[in-house]
């Protein structure tokens, strides 16, 4: 049997009991209105790995699972919410599980799940159980609302079927935000009915880069090889809804990207006449890295941009429509005669004022519809953001803290703790190197909260994201090689990262060791601790391997310009 202090993430508060209550061929799940959707993941999950009938009771009473919402005697989670708050209490009699909103009685659906035997998050029957659970009682909140993952179908495209199973995996991490990275230099991943040819043109590259980029003689980055294969794939606005409802009855908020003014050369490919250099269209990217193509300042542009928001907000419900805005170059833009005149034209002083006058047009655009713009540090950069953007501090928590102390909300995602592309040890063979090393222990100790804000500034800080960018990730096997175990970590530091005090990882690690058999049983081709399968290993194909140092030294040099 499984008790609660085997958890991922650990609970606030759990109170052992004696005995046992056994889910047999007669108990069934009570489930009040509000819990009707969790009553079916349950049901769903529970006849597909013990093979019990799991029926329905009219209402709660002896041998039963009984979910229902209620305020009663709950722990407030952030900012006094107690929406995905819980309490799980068994007895010998049956279980009752009681959400302050439908989100809290899904998780404690997935902390009684964790309290079963691991064979539970099989699909198919084995010759298993008793599906005993021990007596006990679990009283939850999480620590964080943006509890996130960031997965780019960008750079290698993932069909329906497998993000729908990614959306799987985090919700029973209790990973509550998926933010969807849709479009990109090398892609455009999401049909647009009023702009076709994004799709059309956009979806495909020719080839792609294989491995990073190497200095040549001039010390001058280039690719080394090129796998000479077509690759692309889109998801149509059918696609799109199934995923967005998909991810809803799991309480994963989908949460879209639209990249600009930068990351946009598949656009740029369909349609030249957003650029600064229409005479001389692009292709679809077929290297990684950060292409020099930006958007031109054109109205029209801006017109189109917003054409897409607006479908975009039609398909995801989210209160949150990212704008992107990291990595743009500011070349093309300083020799362009039209982009010159038109940045006198608006009176912008420079490049990087220039930048942030179309994320804030955008950012208007999406808050004129009542949501809220989301982008990347570098929004903070010319200093006129509105003040309901939220700003994702991906290089380091500089931007966190300078965003806290502007008065924006904040989501953190510092590279150094929680990419989850880098690599994953020193070992030569792990598969394609990227960047420093960020092992499980590192994502465990991951705190969204930089030092040195106030109580007020501290109350921006909403939460953090782990970002699975997907260059070098071109399988599900070695996505889910990147995503785990970390994501188990990730989980924890969002979750219950605030009560736990000191970091416990030896403790930690006892509990990942049991939770490894639950990946396992989920089909989940985790990192083993012995390093990569031998499959993964790509000999010959170069990486970029950093040093914590020199990662520190440059992330320090180019958030200069948004230190408070
Ligand atoms: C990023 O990693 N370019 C946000």
């Known amino acids: 049997m499984v008790d609660a202090d085997m958890l991922i993430p650990r609970p606030r508060l759990s109170t052992p009991g004696v005995g046992s209550f056994e889910i047999t061929p007669t108990t069934r799940i009570a489930a009040d209105d509000a819990s009707d959707s969790v009553r079916l993941y349950l049901q769903q999950t529970l006849r597909g790995s013990t093979g019990l009938p799991v029926r329905d009771a009219e209402t709660a009473g002896s041998d039963t699972i009984a979910l229902r919402v209620g305020a009663d005697d709950l722990l407030a989670g952030p900012a006094g919410s107690v929406e995905e708050s819980f309490r799980l209490t068994v007895t010998t009699d049956g279980i009752e599980i009681v959400g302050g909103g439908a989100a809290g009685v899904f998780y404690g659906v997935q902390a009684l799940l964790q309290l079963l035997p691991a064979d539970v998050y099989r699909k198919g029957r084995v010759d298993a159980g008793p599906w005993t659970v021990p007596v006990q009682e679990i009283a939850d909140a999480p620590a964080f609302a943006w509890r996130g993952v960031m997965l780019d179908v960008v750079r290698h495209f993932r069909t329906k079927a497998e993000v ?284 969204p909260v930089p030092a040195g804000l106030t109580d007020a500034e501290r109350a921006h800080v909403i939460g953090g994201q782990g970002n699975m960018w997907c260059e070098h990730v071109d399988s599900v096997r070695k996505l889910d090689y990147q995503l785990f175990p970390r994501v188990a970590a990730l989980s924890e530091a969002l979750w219950s990262a605030d009560v736990t005090g000191p970091r416990d990882l030896a403790d930690f690690s006892g509990r990942l060791a049991e939770h490894l058999a639950r990946l396992e049983a989920m089909g989940i081709e985790y990192r083993h601790e012995t390093g990569p399968f031998p499959w993964q290993e790509r000999p010959g194909v170069p990486g970029r391997p950093h040093s914590r140092e020199e990662r520190a030294a440059y992330i320090d040099a180019v958030t200069a310009n948004i230190a408070e």
């Open 164 to 447: 729908l199973r990614v959306i799987d995996q985090l919700a029973a991490h209790r990973i509550n935000t998926m933010h969807f990275h849709l479009t990109d230099d090398q892609g455009w991943r999401i049909e647009i009915r009023k702009h076709p040819r994004l799709t059309e043109i956009g979806s495909w590259r020719r080839e792609s880069q294989v491995g990073a980029h190497v200095a040549d003689a001039d010390g001058v980055l280039r690719p080394q090889a090129f796998d000479g294969r077509p690759h692309g794939g889109y998801y149509t606005q059918d696609d799109i809804r199934e995923i967005v409802a998909y991810a809803a009855d799991r309480f994963v908020t989908v949460v879209p990207e639209i990249e600009s003014p930068g990351h946009v050369r598949a656009a740029l490919a369909a349609y030249p006449e957003l650029g600064v250099t229409p005479d001389q269209p692009v292709e679809v990217w077929t290297e990684w890295g950060i292409a020099d193509d930006v958007l031109n300042a054109e109205d029209a542009t801006i017109d189109f941009f917003k054409d897409v928001l607006d479908e975009v907000i039609t398909l995801f419900p989210s209160a949150y429509i990212g704008v992107g805005g990291d990595e743009c170059p500011k070349v093309q833009w300083e020799g362009d005669a039209r982009t010159q005149a038109r940045m006198r034209e608006l009176g912008l002083a420079d490049e990087e004022q220039l930048q942030a006058w179309i994320i804030g047009q955008l950012a208007a655009h999406i808050e004129s519809q009542g949501r809220r713009a989301f982008g990347w540090d570098e929004i903070l950069e010319g200093g006129t953001l509105s003040e309901s953007a939220t700003v994702v501090s991906w290089r380091g928590l500089r931007g966190a803290t300078t965003a806290a102390k502007r008065g924006h909300d904040v989501i953190s995602s510092p590279d150094d703790q929680v990419y989850l592309d880098y690599r994953q040890s020193d070992l030569p063979n792990e598969p394609i190197p990227v960047s420093i090393v960020l092992t499980v222990d590192d994502v465990f100790r991951f705190d």
